[in-house]
Nanobody
């Protein structure tokens, strides 16, 4: 059973920093791309940052220069370092992973972690 477990959300003042982590657990799988999405109240879920298995990254324009996505050497954990946070970054952040099991690719999501930025 593959699971994505997120941690690191919380409440921070504007200008502050947070680091989110997402660990993939389970067995008999490999991980392709991973990413972070967010959903603010009344808004659609949007891509924040994405990283491929070869560590190529891309970011939403709204977070470029402030957020950094990375993976550990085993490539089973993805991080999102968030600096210079703004109130508009407030949202539930979700980890996403494209996981290959028995040569088929599946889309997995974490449970979400709340990030609240106060002004």
């Amino acid at each position: 059973q593959v699971q994505l477990v997120e941690s690191g959300g919380g409440l921070v003042q504007a200008g502050g920093s947070l680091r989110l982590s997402c660990a993939v657990s389970g067995s008999a799988f490999s991980i392709n791309a991973m990413g972070w999405y967010r959903q603010a109240p009344g808004k659609q879920r949007e891509l924040v940052a994405h990283i491929t298995s070869s560590s190529r990254t891309n970011y939403a324009d709204s977070v470029k220069g402030r957020f950094t996505i990375s993976r550990d050497n085993a490539k089973t954990t993805v991080y999102l370092q968030m600096n210079s946070l703004k109130p508009e970054d407030t949202a539930v952040y979700y980890c996403n992973a494209d996981i290959i099991i028995s040569r088929r690719e599946y889309d997995y999501w974490g449970q979400g972690t709340q990030v609240t930025v106060s002004s």
